[in-house]
T-cell receptor, first 113, second 116 residues
């Protein structure tokens, strides 16, 4: 089945710093790749996605590029804000998943003023 | 769009009691998922419905857990009897189609269950 490995958190950084969260995946076929974000006290929400190799997903200043050769989908943001403090989840999805998202452990990001 | 609505937001109960969690998916969505989130295990998929039919319940931990979806606008997750290790945040999510990459999951804000 599909699986994902994310870098462990918490990741603590100062406001305006550069953020990278690594994500590598294993999946049958050619998965679509998603990043979800969970703010404190809330459910997960879609941050961005990419559906084929070399696609770049972007939203709210975050970007991730679908790298088929390295099976990776690293999340980046050039200048984080305190409001970006959250838990970030990487998730591959294929039709073989029967629609089930298998989320990784998540990476907690803490941004300090 | 009211989003996925879960109730209650918080539930505190004693061991042995029955607990029922409720979910109203987004209107028009035909797939519904129940997840459980704990510090130890992260986010676990418990069960998944498509068009009100349970497709995969392999993540349901024990026979004490059951889920129903009597119609397209309502689902329940029941734990009977509850145990302290069931304490977690339970999320419901829905999507337009469980089989389309164009239809991401929309999560509710969860029910925080504490079993004492």
């Amino acid at each position: 089945g599909d699986s994902v490995t994310q870098m462990e958190g918490p990741v603590t950084l100062s406001e305006e710093a550069f953020l990278t969260i690594n994500c590598t995946y294993t999946a049958t076929g050619y998965p679509s790749l998603f990043w979800y974000v969970q703010y404190p006290g809330e459910g997960l929400q879609l941050l961005l996605k990419a559906t084929k190799a070399d696609d770049k997903g972007s939203n709210k200043g975050f970007e991730a590029t679908y790298r088929k050769e390295t099976t990776s989908f690293h999340l980046e943001k050039g200048s984080v804000q305190v409001s970006d403090s959250a838990v970030y989840f990487c998730a591959p999805w294929t039709t073989d998943s029967w629609g089930k998202f298998q989320f990784g452990a998540g990476t907690q990001v803490v941004v300090t003023p | 769009d009211a989003g996925v609505i879960q109730s209650p937001r918080h539930e505190v109960t004693e061991m042995g009691q029955e607990v029922t969690l409720r979910c109203k998916p987004i209107s028009g969505h035909n797939s519904l998922f129940w997840y459980r989130q704990t510090m130890m295990r992260g986010l676990e998929l418990l069960i998944y419905f498509n068009n009100n039919v349970p497709i995969d319940d392999s993540g349901m931990p024990e026979d004490r857990f059951s889920a129903k979806m009597p119609n397209a606008s309502f689902s329940t997750l029941k734990i009977q009897p509850s145990e302290p290790r069931d304490s977690a945040v339970y999320f419901c999510a829905s999507s337009g189609s469980g089989f389309s990459y164009n239809s991401p999951l929309h999560f509710g804000n969860g029910t925080r269950l504490t079993v004492t």
